[in-house]
């Protein structure tokens, strides 16, 4: 029986293929060929019909210059993250060793002059000139080394969190959120976490000497996109991010403690509500869209725009920022979502003109009268009294503008954003940022302050002749995997004592803040979290679901050689950052430069560098201190850098991925050809060189091993 549904599922399963590929196809797409986007039509005549009827152009010529620019492919934009130091020296870097011949290579790629090559361009509106726009496809990447070579570059950098690949118009919510160390922040629909990686950078960038008292909250409705929120954040290394799994549109009231002790709602200072959308404004990235767009896709999203945008300015503080944000053209999403929230809201929420904010941005105004279109009959409709009976449950009247012009002129529709393809030459995009300015009409008779019972407490032991409750089945409140808890040390952890000793931590520093996630058998990893992020973390276990916190500080040394007798964990690199000020200099080795870049070249495990090879001034620091792990610092008025290592009987190592030795390196000015991944140019001229030398009898013998590696290597993307 078992088999025949299988056989039955998979029949429907190829019906429903079929179908949708005759869909397709009716559509003027070939069916079979849909997976390749240079060969979808990317025409659409309702998507024509339809937004050159809400006139989002000004005239003819602009809308036939934005149509050319949406039918167009997206340039690569990325920009450098990190501190301002680091972040300079990295930018320098770039535009020294990999743009300086670019427009040379791709005009002797593509046999044109090189005046017809668009040169790599500066980002002009991103802060500190940070933030860049290249045009190259992979099939150039594949075709030149030198472009390899900087394809290569960006994915190391990028895995180890000092460049974001991300696309232009993305990065500007973050911008114009106007993030300080101090803020609590929730991001609404974070996944899949570039914004978040662009926040959180603010918010340690804000803030010098230790990890920012602010904090974090990325949240996503989809249990399997958290975790790609977990693989963003943990690139940058950051104490201060918590990820949840929650609807944004009922996302939960949160509590924290106060100075005080008291326990109180969690305000935000900060929201970012990159809603979900209809996506139309990504065409450029994402050419299916061309052939499945329809009218109807923005009046069903208004809904729950509108739901997610109420619930955010809830858990907004008075006086807060939300910044609302959508990847579509439709007015339906972006300006009717605004004009009905502050109708509803009436005068305690308000557009902030962020026009200041932007210098070198070209955009639109928002819009302040559009129409709605029946997705059936394609008829536009002006006036919500003018619409059938039919449409009542599709078309709802905050759809529409307000009718009122000085209402309409009150509600300053003009002060959100519209980024149209052909502006800045990037995707489509909305913003409009709101503050409020008091209490929400429907809230403020409310009581703001939570009961103690709103925190799950253990339960108590009963009198034995107590008759026990009936059982009752438990709800799975929750989807998804199961998450390991949280438990935090206390102020006496016996575990901390050795290693505050070990690496002479100050007494200012909190063990409280330090957890593990599990207490069965020795712990494996100790992780550090903020002071905020442990009071969200400890107030709210029970009222949301946790996906991850904290960055790893210590981890346990399992090797005979390397377990001492006075602490059982290392230095974890991923923690430096954040607990290197606590750290005193009982375990602080300061290096030269070129002890630094030696060490990071030498990092095999197998053959450390012996101490005999440093120079006089670390050899005797390091001779000082017992064999266990340590600090290396480099420190110049230009660059301050960290290193976990490990000091052996006779050798030391750096203990860092390969990624962040590549990264300090080439921060370091040094040569960093031995990490660069052997591409597919050297293994043609080895093999070239290999056929030259050797005599034909052995040619058949070679080309059977090697040319089928070489075969193999090109067809590689």
Known sequence: MGRNRKKNKNQLARKNKEKKLERIAAKGVDARAGQHYHEI??????????????????????????????????????????SKKEAQLLNEAIKKDFLTEYVSVVAELHKVDKSEVKPPRCISWYPGGLAWELNFTRQDIRRSEALNRLHNFLVTETNSGNISRQESVSMIPPLVLDVHSHHKILDMCAAPGSKTAQIIEALHNDHEGGPPTGFVIANDVDNKRCYMLVHQSKRLNSPCCLIVNADASVFPKLTMRNAEGKLEYLKFDRILADVPCSGDGTMRKNPDIWTRWSIGQGNSLHGLQYRILKRGLELLETGGRLVYSTCSLNPVENEAVISHMLQECEDSVELVDVSGELEGLRYNRGMENWDVCDNTEKKFYSDPDDMPERLASIIRPCMFPPKDPEVLKNLHLERCIRILPHHNNTGAFFVAVLQKTKPLPWRRNEDEVPSEQFIEKPI????????????????????????DPFFFFNKDEPMFKDIKTEYDISDDFQPENLLRRSLVGKTKYIYYVTEGTRNVISCNEKNIKIINAGIKAFTRCYSKQAVTNRCDFRLAQEGLPSLSSYIGPKRRIFVTKDDLIHLLKNMDPTNPPEISEVSQKMKDQLNKIEPGSCILTYETDELNLIVAAWKGVRTVRAYTEVNDAVHNLRLLGADVSQYAEQNKFKKIESVEKINEDQPESELKETNGTNGNEMSQENTEV
Not at 468 to 474: S, V
């Open 41 to 82: 039509v990317r025409e659409n005549e309702n998507f024509m019909m339809y937004y050159k009827h809400q006139k989002i152009c000004k005239n003819e010529d602009e809308w036939n210059e934005f149509l050319t620019a949406l039918r167009s492919d997206l340039p690569s934009t990325f920009r450098v993250t990190g």
């Open 460 to 483: 108590q032991e009963e009198s034995r002749d107590a008759a026990p409750p009936p059982a009752k089945k438990r709800k799975n409140e929750y989807t998804g995997f199961k998450e």
